[in-house]
């Protein structure tokens, strides 16, 4: 495989600049799938991951049965050391709750992220209106 951008643009050792907008393409794709947590007190879990092949495998049947994906090489980097069946660590979770925002978002769902941040600040609001001034 020729080393590309991800605009298809092949990388030269001609260039000095890296375009800020474009990112290289990883020689060996990885993919991860994360299961939504069950129930309330649950935390994501990490349920397949994989390399070049797999990866392909991964994403081909998140195609095939309309699951949404989202690229993140870096956080997929991270996600693909974890044991399978193991929760979120938690310097990963906030970038997976993004994504599962976006999921949600993307399949017409109500996101719970959304209900979590409604709750706090109706917290934060009563906290501050019981304050003796």
Do not use: C, W
Request: hydrophobic letters at 40%.
């Amino acid at each position: 495989m020729v080393d590309q951008y991800d605009d298809g643009r092949k990388i030269s050792r001609k260039d000095t600049i890296t375009p800020s907008n474009l990112k290289k393409i990883p020689k060996r794709q990885v993919a991860v799938a994360i299961e939504d947590a069950r129930h309330d007190k649950d935390l994501p879990k990490i349920t397949a991951a994989g390399r070049g092949k797999i990866a392909e495998q991964i994403l081909q049947l998140a195609f095939e049965n309309g699951i949404k994906v989202r690229e993140d090489s870096a956080l997929a980097e991270i996600l693909a050391t974890i044991e399978l069946d193991s929760p979120i660590p938690s310097d990963a979770f906030m970038a997976v709750a993004e994504i599962l925002s976006y999921v949600y978002k993307a399949n017409g769902q109500p996101n719970p992220f959304d209900a979590v941040l409604s709750d706090a600040m109706n917290n934060k609001i009563q906290e501050s209106a019981n304050e003796p001034e």
